[in-house]
């Protein structure tokens, strides 16, 4: 039950990050989020992050190509994804 808390207050705060960032967040219940930005390609996203040591998924269908499926892990992979994320939105 506590590695469940951790979850969830985890997911919330990268939620509230990535939103700060301009991404949209599909609601979530689970241990991952999926997350678009409004003026970024998810597939470029996703390959930025990668060049960084950051991984997301990516999967390119219709329907979930501008999204990034990001799993909610420690405190400190937030803090580094979150760090690259601001790096390349701003770059």
């Known amino acids: 039950q506590a590695r469940c808390a951790?979850?969830?207050?985890?997911?919330e705060a990268m939620?509230?990050?990535l939103v700060a960032l301009g991404f949209t967040v599909l609601p979530?219940?689970?241990?991952f989020v999926f997350a678009r930005h409004p003026a970024r390609?998810?597939?470029?996203?996703?390959?930025?992050?990668?060049?960084?040591?950051?991984?997301v998924r990516h999967?390119?269908?219709a329907r979930t190509a501008p999204y990034l499926r990001i799993t909610v892990g420690t405190e400190?992979?937030?803090?580094?994804?979150?760090?690259a994320l601001?790096?390349?939105l701003g770059g």
């Open 6 to 11: 951790q979850v969830i207050a985890g997911r």
């Open 15 to 17: 939620t509230r990050d």
């Open 28 to 31: 979530s219940r689970a241990n």
């Open 41 to 55: 390609d998810g597939a470029a996203l996703a390959a930025a992050l990668r060049e960084r040591a950051v991984l």
């Open 59 to 61: 999967f390119n269908k």
């Open 76 to 83: 400190d992979d937030t803090r580094r994804l979150i760090a």
């Open 86 to 88: 601001a790096e390349i």
